[in-house]
């Protein structure tokens, strides 16, 4: 793992004097009469402090123990992990990578096929329900949790109540999903508090669209299993006979108005109304407040009552702008401090989402994330992160979360994806300092996990099942039987869990990384014939506490050994004196600072340089 553990020898940076060819020789401007507003290499943006580190972790799978791993295997078989899974060790771990926030993901109470009817949760039809655990975002009860994670199912809601104020207790925030687009087809709240009526309980079916309805319906339509779904493969659920039966039938989750949706539709959901008349030009009722805004409102407020300290928000932009807008700010009359980060996917409404709407944060899936991953499968060029700063968020770079994995994407490790766990190594050093922002791990991508077989509903994509009771054999073995001491990795995943803990515990710490501007260095090393503009990226973060350097090959077998070059006018704009000497200290390797050296890329390698005046 050289790419990891860096010696002295192997970095290559310095400035041997002011004449150096690392330095422009040409004279420039004073830094007053160089705006940022002019220079193409960066932007005017205001840096702002939203350095959140977040470590997702799917609470059914992160504790479970079992490696049976039976295909459509049930929860006695294949096992499910507990809220009380997550101790105070585990915690412990999370928090030494630098974490300040845990989203819990699939705490919600959603519609399963495993039998809770002794509890008196009504029985789920496999028809409607996906994978023999069911999908975390078929959400059944907006005011209770999922029974697969307690011990004691009686005592559910306590077990969980538990688990934030153990989180709280180890100096961590709590993110739970809040998934405001769609519910279950069988939604059914029999967990909410005394006088809140119920989804649905007042709607006027026979209107396709009203108002205060909080579903849309199909009058005179009854619903129909869309062909062809086998929810067990080879074997039957409970109550699968291909006959549901809703009359009239709701309007399905991703907006397809008909009583018989596809099996690759959302068939297992009915969307949710906000007063939008999507069958008459999506025309808004919007005053007064629509029924359903009220209620979503009430059941952010029974979570945030429980200490809660932010949401993920599902498919945001399926939710009209207007909503948020409203409900954003009267959540943070009750707690001003909750963190609200909308899942997003058009980059052209991103601004309107934080302006009007009111997120803190954005996904930014289809801008940086889809860029690394296509140089980390050796099919982008670095123009794709150029793109992402200087067009898609520029000046609201400080709102846009980055990652490299999460429950709905391929791991890294994955035949699918990268294939190999070290490319995410310059690119999740990119997604955690390219600016202010915060960034998010998923539990087994520092492991290297790569979600190899078929699960049962989730086939082999490449992804870590959502669907399924499953044990997750990698993160097991850093779990090592609730130690979590990653006792049972082997070498190479051990230096792999070494360098995300460093990359992110720096990035929570440092200066420059939380708080400092932004400038890309591609142009003003284009010329040098070592210099591989298309996988090397370079740029500087700095403040007046800290100057960084920051430097990533993504080639997965080319080493380069470029003399990098910054301008004496960038130099000035950090407030660097040009005709002084530097030292440039590693920091994720920690290597003795060095003056003079001859800079050494390896495949594959990230490099976070702290530039010091030499004493």
């Known amino acids: 793992m050289k790419y990891l553990l860096l010696s002295a020898a192997a970095l290559s940076l310095g400035v041997a004097s002011a004449s150096s060819s690392f330095l422009n020789s040409q004279p420039s401007a004073p830094v007053a009469e160089t705006p940022f507003s002019s220079d193409p290499n960066t932007t005017d943006e205001q840096p702002q402090d939203h350095k959140l580190v977040i470590y997702q972790l799917m609470t059914r799978l ?77 959400i059944k009860d907006y005011y209770d949790v999922d029974p ?63 108002p205060n309805n909080n579903f849309y319906y199909l009058p005179g339509k009854s619903f129909v299993v869309p062909a062809g779904y086998n929810p067990l493969g080879p074997l039957s659920g409970p109550r699968e006979d291909k006959k549901f039966q809703e009359v009239p039938a709701k309007a399905t989750g991703n907006d397809v108005f008909s009583e ?66 409203w409900v954003i700010p009267e959540l943070k009359k009750v707690k001003p401090e909750l963190v609200f980060i909308g899942e997003a996917y058009d980059a052209k409404t991103y601004k309107m ?23 980390m499968r050796g099919e982008g060029t670095t123009e794709d992160i150029t793109k992402v700063w200087r067009e898609e968020s520029r000046g609201f770079s400080s709102h846009m979360l980055r990652f490299l994995e999460n429950h709905d994407e391929q791991r890294i490790a994955s035949k699918d994806f990268a294939g190999n766990p070290r490319a995410a190594i310059p690119a999740m050093t990119v997604s955690a300092t390219l600016a202010t922002g915060p960034v998010m791990l998923y539990f087994g991508q520092d492991v290297g996990e790569p979600a190899h077989g078929s699960e049962g509903f989730s086939g082999e994509d490449g992804r870590t099942t ?115 000497f530097y030292t440039y200290t590693e920091l994720l390797s920690q290597a003795p600072a060095v003056e003079t050296l001859n800079l050494t890329l390896a495949p594959q390698g990230a490099y976070v340089f702290e530039i010091k005046p030499e004493e």
């Not at 049976?68 to 990578?97: C, H, S, W």
């Not at 939604?187 to 649905?200: I, Q, R």
């Not at 669907?467 to 792999?496: A, R």
């Not at 380069?560 to 704009?573: A, C, D, S």
């Open 148 to 210: 697969d994670l307690a011990v004691d199912v009686k005592n559910r809601m306590q077990e969980f109540e538990a688990l934030v104020k153990r989180t709280h207790d180890n100096d961590l925030k709590v993110i739970i999903d809040f998934i405001p687009n769609h519910v279950a087809r069988t939604y059914k709240s029999d967990a909410h508090p005394k006088g809140v009526v119920d989804l649905g309980e007042k709607d006027d079916k026979t209107k396709a669209f009203a």
């Open 62 to 138: 992160f504790g479970n123990k079992t490696t049976v791993n039976k295909p459509y295997g049930t929860l006695q078989e294949n096992g499910a992990g507990k809220f009380n899974d997550i101790n105070n060790t585990a915690l412990q771990a999370i928090r030494k990578m630098g974490t300040s926030h845990v989203w819990f993901t699939g705490v919600i109470e959603h519609a399963t096929m495993t039998d809770y009817t002794k509890y008196g949760i009504a029985l789920d039809d496999a028809d409607v329900v996906k994978g023999r655990a069911g999908s975390p975002y078929a």
């Open 353 to 375: 989402y934080i302006e009007q709407g009111h997120f803190d944060y954005l996904y930014d899936k289809v801008g940086l994330y889809d860029g690394l991953r296509r140089l």
């Open 466 to 580: 959502i669907f399924d009771y499953w044990g997750v054999p990698e993160h097991q073995k850093w779990m090592n039987g609730g130690k979590f001491d990653g006792g049972k990795l082997s070498t190479e995943q051990k230096h792999l869990r070494d360098f995300y803990c460093r990359l992110l515990a720096l990035t929570s710490q440092s200066d420059a990384i939380r708080r400092g501007r932004f400038y890309e260095l591609q142009d003003a090393n284009n010329l040098d014939p070592q210099y591989n503009q298309r996988q090397l990226y370079t740029y500087l973060r700095w403040t007046d506490k800290q100057k960084l350097l920051i430097v990533v090959n993504f080639s997965p077998d080319k080493t380069y050994r470029p003399t990098l070059r910054i301008p004496r006018e960038t130099m000035q704009l950090m407030g660097l004196n040009p005709t002084k």
């Open 260 to 325: 018989a949706p596809k099996v690759d539709d959302w068939f297992e959901t009915i969307k949710l109304n906000y007063g939008v008349d999507y069958q008459n030009g999506r025309q808004k009722h919007f005053s007064p407040i629509p029924d359903t805004w009220l209620k979503m409102r009430d059941i952010l407020i029974f979570w945030t009552k429980k200490d809660v300290d932010g949401f993920r928000c599902d498919m945001a932009e399926m939710v009209p702008v207007e909503f948020w807008a």
